[in-house]
């Protein structure tokens, strides 16, 4: 019989190429493994120092956006990789996170429509 695992996230996670760089604290940087609406993966360049339930700010540099900056809470670090929670995200950053998320949505619906149209 299969196992069910329960994801507790609200939002889907999208893989996509970007890196990100901490603001504060200085010094982390690294790549976004995934990112969804609430949050995203991070891989940090270097061992991070922060523990769960830290605050950081930091610089998102997704593919094809223009950086921009959030606030977030860890919610769980294993080894160099870090999962955020987004805490504050300011009107204009929002509304871009939104766009991103939107298209990665739609990319394989388009993709399965141009190899099936039926």
């Known amino acids: 019989m299969g196992h069910v695992i329960l994801d507790r996230r609200q939002e ?7 890196r990100f760089r901490c603001i504060a604290p200085t010094g982390l940087n690294g790549r976004v ?14 061992e ?22 959030v606030r977030a809470r860890v919610a769980h670090r ?12 300011e009107q204009p ?11 990665l949505k739609r990319a394989p619906t388009i993709a399965k429509m141009l190899v099936d149209p039926n």
Request: charged fraction near 25%; include cysteine.
């Open 12 to 18: 889907p996670r999208f893989e996509l190429p970007g």
């Open 33 to 46: 493994v995934d990112l969804s609406l609430n949050g995203a993966l991070l891989e940090c360049d270097n």
């Open 48 to 69: 991070p120092d922060c523990v769960v339930g830290a605050l950081i700010e930091l610089l998102l540099e997704l593919d094809e956006t223009r950086p921009f900056a």
């Open 78 to 89: 294993v080894a160099r990789r870090l999962g955020i929670e987004f805490s504050d995200i």
């Open 93 to 103: 950053a929002f509304e871009q996170l939104s766009e991103l998320v939107l298209s």
